[in-house]
T-cell receptor, first 120, second 116 residues
Framework: KAGVTQTPRYLIKTRGQQVTLSCSPISGHRSVSWYQQTPGQGLQFLFEYFSETQRNKGNFPGRFSGRQFSNSRSEMNVSTLELGDSALYLC???????????????????FGPGTRLTVL | GENVEQHPSTLSVQEGDSAVIKCTYSDSASNYFPWYKQELGKGPQLIIDIRSNVGEKKDQRIAVTLNKTAKHFSLHITETQPEDSAVYFCAASRWPGGTSYGKLTFGQGTILTVHP
């Protein structure tokens, strides 16, 4: 089974530009979460999508947005890039438990290799 | 919100020794605690997890313990090998979802170096 794929793997942009990153989850996975990883702040949760709906959002400005398509693929967009947006952006996919499945069925998150974004 | 503290930030051991990494969490409602290993140029890889209804879990050379009263959990790696060298992250989450859907709160990471 193929893992989580992210494209592109590397990206260089300049301040003020916008960028779109793509994530394809493991086949059959319907939940996609996005994280930002930096040396200073570590791994921070951006948002989570399931069935094309954003169910949860972290503490990031509105310049960070995302969406999910009917095939569960997800994209995230960062507008008006700042130097501080330079980071590794990771997505993770999982099989979401059903509402009544309880703790025993919490499903693991599987991460992709990430997209390394450099803002100059 | 949840806060996860991880120690130590760096850990250096000789091949064959044991390594222990400790994490504490702040939200008593957290009930799922995974550990991830991240190698250079790769995304985090889940190596073991524990749920709040158990106190310990083992998988070959790796074990995790959970103390809900003290709100801390630990990763134990025995008989370390050079290929165990990587950055290790602990995380915490709460299920069922609500405001926690898809959200893992991570510790700051531990750089483990195993010397041959």
């Amino acid at each position: 089974k193929a893992g989580v794929t992210q494209t592109p793997r590397y990206l260089i942009k300049t301040r003020g530009q916008q960028v779109t990153l793509s994530c394809s989850p493991i086949s059959g996975h319907r939940s996609v979460s996005w994280y930002q990883q930096t040396p200073g702040q570590g791994l921070q949760f951006l948002f989570e999508y399931f069935s094309e709906t954003q169910r949860n959002k972290g503490n990031f400005p509105g310049r960070f947005s995302g969406r999910q398509f009917s095939n569960s693929r997800s994209e995230m967009n960062v507008s008006t890039l700042e130097l501080g947006d330079s980071a590794l952006y990771l997505c993770a996919s999982s099989l979401p438990p059903t509402p009544n499945s309880g703790l025993a069925y919490y499903n693991e998150q599987f991460f992709g290799p990430g997209t390394r974004l450099t803002v100059l | 919100g949840e806060n996860v503290e991880q120690h130590p930030s760096t850990l250096s051991v000789q091949e064959g020794d044991s390594a222990v990494i400790k994490c504490t969490y702040s939200d008593s409602a957290s009930n799922y605690f995974p550990w991830y290993k991240q190698e250079l140029g790769k995304g985090p890889q889940l190596i073991i997890d524990i749920r709040s209804n158990v106190g310990e879990k083992k998988d070959q050379r790796i074990a995790v313990t959970l103390n809900k009263t003290a709100k801390h959990f630990s990763l134990h790696i025995t008989e370390t090998q050079p290929e165990d060298s990587a950055v290790y992250f602990c995380a915490a989450s709460r299920w069922p979802g609500g405001t926690s859907y898809g959200k893992l709160t991570f510790g700051q990471g531990t750089i483990l170096t195993v010397h041959p």
